[in-house]
């Protein structure tokens, strides 16, 4: 008793010496753990979700493992009241008191669902996209939920792969500013704080480039396309002060990214010096054995450990064997107090040593969740994420006086899929539909007839009657198609990227009507969509844009707000095109049209359906050509490129001006451009804008024949423009 009495005494004692950095606390705490309740730091189970119902509690067990010091975190485990019960057990009746940490995919949104992750980065705004971050972080907080599993920064070039739709596409500058903007925005500038949550950058690495898209399927590339493709998100998420990573499912070149010595330990640790935790991704340490790396669940927990995998998620590896392995001296204590160190470093940066209920607060939950200014927020984000693919003859923005509209399509009354994947608690009563926001829009002043047309992917065309009647009445359609909310996501790989079911069917009558007909798209990757590209009048890429779906697009379809969204990721216009993705190499052998020996398909084009940075605007924008500081600069220089923007169109607007550059000649291949900055402005109808970049040595370099990430002199072409295509160039020379 008298030693409980002095361990409580000691640990809150510090705790309350605010003079004591962290690191002095966590090792005060390390000291006083024994060879088990170091072992349960690293441990996590997921509480049961209830069938049927969105709700989740600890299972029966999890008390006695919080008393007994046998866990440190808990996921899937939400609601004031629910997380106080277990942390009160955990910080009152356990030895030494450490509180737990509750983990959560908050991906787009606690309770009020945002836009998913590619529909955001569809806005090319990091500031934006940090607000959504941070309205988030203040929801799920007032929850209980101390830590995200997110931003999922995987970089993805095949839209055949579901989890596309948690990222933020093609691209790893893009991707880097995004998840910079998502770590900062979710963590605040101080975790300590009661309405902010640690961040997790997920899914470490190359879990995007399973082949054939196939989720959880193995991945095999290049050391370089490592660094120059899949890591800089991750390195930048590190930079932007990550607290947690996730250890990926997928396998590189033969080593499992939940065994990898150099991701987990060379790279993040040795080379990036992350000091946050790292955990595993969903029993990812068990798969080493069907990986076929570990021999039994023992071995793969020692395999998983060792590589740098500081909790283990669900899989039981280091419950039921890393004691054993730091007896048996094959993992050293100093290794284990290391991965010690580094949860409860996290625990303390969040302030749970403190206040470890600061998150339990029954009604600041319910104030909180589903308030006004999230929703607010939520359409804000909702409306910056949306993509105009098509606006012929400018038949977008329509007038609020049409007598008739048709409003045609299974997307255009589901307050399910807007959700979209991983909406965690948001409920689809909370939805605004497409229909429901055209109503919100004119009220009565026009008839606005819905018809379902058909299902999502149902091969029924016994709706198509119906629907061309409406058609026919109606001086406009609107088209709502596209996927199921359960068509993206984990474990949700499609082998083919057309609309499913007869939805292309039904476009394709409803066109032969001769009525304009305008598209909205809801869907979490890329689709084949060349009939409707051809035909429709006007197309919108709304993607799943959360509880205030129907809103914002009524905005946009009614001009109370003017589109801006840019696509984060390629639209092929066919499958067999795959991968397909803006910053290729140029090969020995370009395609020629003029030359049979060149790169290209017998049967199909090489280019896009729409390029990535590609969306349009009602405004239009012209460029002037770009100006450059200097032609020629040294290896250390930087250079500024500066270009004139005219708003030429009859609206005010926002443009996302694009920087790409290309390496002439280099030591390896370079890509025919890459995106280097980008900005957003806002320019009054007929206004110019001058538009400045600087390109530093940073935005020049790229591992170089011996993997020394140089800037290697020579020729450079630069080219700024409206997307990854339309463009405008000039050339300077880097010296020695
Ligand atoms: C598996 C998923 O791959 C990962 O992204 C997620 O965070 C975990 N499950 C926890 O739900």
Avoid at 71 to 82: C, K, R, T, V, Y
Avoid at 278 to 288: A, Y
């Amino acid at each position: 008793m008298k030693k409980i009495i002095f361990i409580y005494f000691f640990i809150f004692s510090i705790s309350f010496a605010q003079q004591k950095t962290i690191e002095q606390r966590v090792d005060s705490v390390l000291v006083l753990m024994t060879l088990d309740e170091k072992v349960g730091q690293l441990v996590q189970y997921s509480g049961g979700w209830d069938t049927g119902t969105k709700t989740s509690k600890p299972k029966a067990g999890h008390d006695q493992l919080a008393r007994e010091g046998k866990i440190g975190s808990l996921l899937n485990i939400f609601g004031a009241e629910i997380t106080k019960n277990i942390q009160k057990v955990a910080v009152e009746e356990s030895r030494l008191k450490i509180p737990l940490i509750f983990g959560l995919d908050v991906i787009h949104g606690f309770r009020t669902t945002f836009p998913v992750p590619i529909a955001e980065a569809s806005s090319w705004d990091p500031v934006a996209v940090e607000l959504s971050a941070r309205w988030q972080a203040i929801e799920a907080t007032a929850s209980g939920i101390h830590w995200t599993f997110n931003p999922m920064v995987d970089i993805a070039r095949d839209p055949r792969w579901g989890r596309i739709v948690e990222g933020s596409g093609e691209d790893a500058y893009l991707g880097s500013k995004m998840a910079a903007a998502r770590v900062k925005g979710y963590q605040g500038d101080d975790l300590s704080l009661s309405n902010t949550i640690v961040a997790c950058a997920k899914h470490f690495a190359g879990y995007g480039a399973a082949e054939g898209g196939r989720d959880y399927n193995t991945a095999d590339f290049s050391e370089r396309t490592l660094r120059e493709i899949y890591l800089p998100p991750f390195k930048a998420a590190v930079d932007a002060g990550v607290g947690t990573f996730m250890a990926a499912f997928n396998e590189i070149g033969g080593i499992p990214s939940s065994a990898s010595v150099h991701l987990l330990t060379n790279i993040l640790r040795d080379e990036w010096k992350f000091d946050g935790f790292v955990v595993s991704d969903w029993n990812s340490i068990g798969e080493l054995i069907p990986h076929g790396v570990a021999k039994d669940l023992k071995h793969a927990g020692e395999l998983g450990f060792k590589a740098g995998v500081d909790m283990d998620m669900e899989a039981s590896a280091y419950f039921n064997h890393l004691s054993q392995l730091v007896t048996e001296k094959k993992i050293s204590m100093q290794q284990l107090d290391e991965s010690v160190r580094r949860i409860l470093r996290i625990k303390f940066r969040l302030g749970l040593f403190d206040d470890p209920f600061k998150y339990c607060n029954a009604e600041i939950e319910t104030q909180t969740l589903r308030s006004e200014k999230l929703f607010k927020a939520s359409l804000d984000m909702a409306r910056r994420s949306i993509v105009m693919l098509k606006n012929e003859k400018n038949i977008l923005p329509l007038k609020k006086d049409l007598r008739q509209i048709a409003v045609i399509g299974p997307l255009a009354e589901s307050k399910n899929d807007p959700l979209g994947p991983w909406n965690q608690q948001g409920n689809p009563d909370d939805v605004v539909t497409v229909l429901k926001g055209l109503q919100n829009k004119l009220g009565d002043k026009s008839n606005i007839v819905y018809s379902e047309g058909c299902s999502v992917d149902g091969d029924s065309k016994a709706g198509f009657e119906h629907a061309l009647n409406v058609v026919k009445n109606s001086e406009i359609v609107i088209l709502c198609l596209g996927e199921s909310l359960n068509m993206s996501g984990e474990a949700r790989s499609r082998a083919t990227i057309d609309l499913p079911g007869v939805q292309e069917d039904l476009a394709r009558e409803i066109v032969k009507s001769g009525k304009p007909v305008i598209v909205v798209l809801m869907n979490g990757r890329p689709l084949t969509i060349n009939f409707l590209s051809e035909n429709a009048n006007a197309i919108l890429e709304a993607w799943f844009l959360g509880v205030q779906s129907g809103n914002a697009i009524a905005d946009v379809l009614f001009g109370d707000y003017n589109p801006s969204g840019k696509l984060p990721v390629t639209f092929p216009k066919h499958i067999g095109q795959i991968p397909m993705y803006y910053n290729f190499k140029n090969t020995g052998r370009p395609y020629n049209p003029n030359d049979f020996y060149t790169s290209y398909y017998l049967d199909y084009s090489n280019t896009p359906l729409y390029p990535f940075g590609f969306g349009l605007s009602y405004s239009s924008f012209e460029y002037s050509d770009p100006v450059l500081s200097k032609k020629e600069i040294s290896k250390n220089e930087s250079l500024r490129i500066s270009v004139n923007v005219i708003n030429t169109g009859q609206y005010d607007g926002e443009e996302i001006v694009q920087l790409y550059i290309r390496d002439l000649v280099g030591s390896a291949t370079r890509p025919i451009k890459e995106l280097k900055d980008f900005a957003k402005i806002f320019l009054k109808a007929g206004e110019t804008k001058k538009v400045e970049f600087t390109v530093t040595p940073e935005k020049l370099k790229f591992y170089d024949i011996n993997m020394n990430y140089v800037v290697e002199p020579g020729e450079f072409k630069i080219f700024v423009g409206t997307n990854s295509v339309d463009v405008k160039e000039a050339l300077f020379s880097v010296v020695d």
